[in-house]
């Protein structure tokens, strides 16, 4: 909106004709960015008083690793504070009349407030338990089912590949593996609601999430971008050998709030943190990960870039399903991250040393755009 307004005026004012700027997607990129930032680091102060004022501070599971207890009563929903500091500067600087934009705000806002009622679950009983698991998980699926039907359904996605699969390491343009709709759409649904699980789960110590959140949405904003960009009648994914979608170049605006958004969340959240994120900043961080790789597909790229996310993931399903089968677990606790913690690692050495891991994997992740 204010992107449409400042460059309508570049050709109205002679002394503004310097707004023209604002017609590069780089440009908007930058300034979603730093206003994510400036915003996350000016208002962090009061909302973490607000927090501590109306007493909304964190429960922590009783069978959790003995050094979270300090953390009790900390406040959390700090990742209210996220979304308004990701979805602002969005609106603010992208092109609102991009259909992909309008599904990346909504399906941010949708899993937002899944998050929110199920934080304010757990606050109002003082129990870790909050909204239940298959009533959380079904709203999960709907929002997400929602969004990619419209994806798919509309013009939005080319016709001559829309529900064909885009891998990594292979050139898109040399071979042709298509599913029918409803499996595509089923896998669709399924990246978003899995991601969007995937990084609530990771969010289990102090600064643990956020950072590979950030690499993630910075690496996506390089995908996204080369996927939906023209550059003087270059087309960088042709060049590479991925899907060039029109339109999907501005959902690079999206990830660069994330970003902004997110460093400044991490300035109060890093150890020891005065303010945790909770399910309202985590559900829809992961939600927001999962459709930016829908929409440029890059859903196996994505398993390659949110690696951590997978990982943490995958600890917790060994977990269950070793102790089910043979009454025998696998780590000394799940998800992955207590693991280590039980073992004797400080709770920053584990947070460094996966922020290193989930930085490496982006790395590789997009080191498949050069081997294709």
């Not at 992107?3 to 309508?8: E, G, R, V």
């Not at 390659?304 to 009454?327: D, H, N, P, R």
Request: hydrophobic share 55%; charged share 10%.
């Amino acid at each position: 909106m204010l992107y449409q307004l400042l460059f309508s005026l570049h050709d109205q004012v002679s002394w503004l004709k310097w707004l023209n700027v604002l017609r590069y997607t780089s440009t908007r990129i930058l300034a979603a960015t730093l206003t994510a930032l400036l915003l996350s680091l000016v208002l962090y102060p009061w909302f973490i008083r607000t927090l501590q004022k109306i007493q909304l501070g964190q429960v922590v599971r009783d069978d959790g690793p003995e050094s979270h207890f300090s953390k009790r009563g900390t406040p959390t929903m700090g990742g209210s504070l996220i979304l308004f500091t990701l979805i602002i500067p969005t609106v603010m600087w992208a092109d609102m009349g991009n259909p992909f934009i309008l599904l990346a705000t909504a399906i941010t806002a949708g899993y937002g407030v899944i998050g929110f009622v199920d934080d304010a679950l757990k606050v109002r009983r003082k129990s870790s338990a909050g909204m239940p698991g298959k009533v959380k998980f079904l709203l999960q699926i709907v929002v997400a089912a929602a969004c990619v039907a419209y994806l798919y359904s509309s013009s939005m996605m080319p016709e001559s590949f829309r529900f064909r699969l885009a891998l990594p390491l292979l050139d898109f343009y040399s071979y042709d593996i298509a599913l029918p709709a409803f499996l595509y759409m089923g896998l669709a649904t399924f990246v978003i609601v899995g991601f969007s699980n995937a990084v609530n789960l990771t969010d289990g110590l102090d600064g643990l999430a956020i950072m590979p959140v950030v690499i993630a949405a910075g690496s996506f904003l390089i995908l996204t971008y080369a996927a939906g960009t023209i550059i003087a009648g270059f087309d960088i994914a042709r060049y590479l050998n991925i899907p060039h979608i029109p339109g999907v170049g501005e959902l690079a605006i999206y990830c660069g709030a994330m970003c902004g958004a997110g460093i400044g969340f991490l300035w109060y959240n890093t150890f020891p943190a005065s303010v945790f994120m909770g399910d309202v900043g985590s559900l829809p961080l992961g939600a927001g990960l999962g459709f930016l790789a829908v929409a440029s597909k890059n859903e196996f790229t994505l398993v390659i870039i949110g690696g951590l996310f997978v990982l943490e993931t995958v600890s917790v399903i060994v977990q269950v399903v070793s102790f089910k089968l043979t009454g025998k677990r696998v780590f000394k606790m799940a998800p992955i991250h207590h693991h280590f913690e039980l073992k004797g690692w400080s709770e920053p050495k584990v947070v460094v040393r996966f922020w290193i891991i989930a930085f490496m994997l982006a790395l590789v992740g997009l080191a498949t755009l050069k081997l294709r």
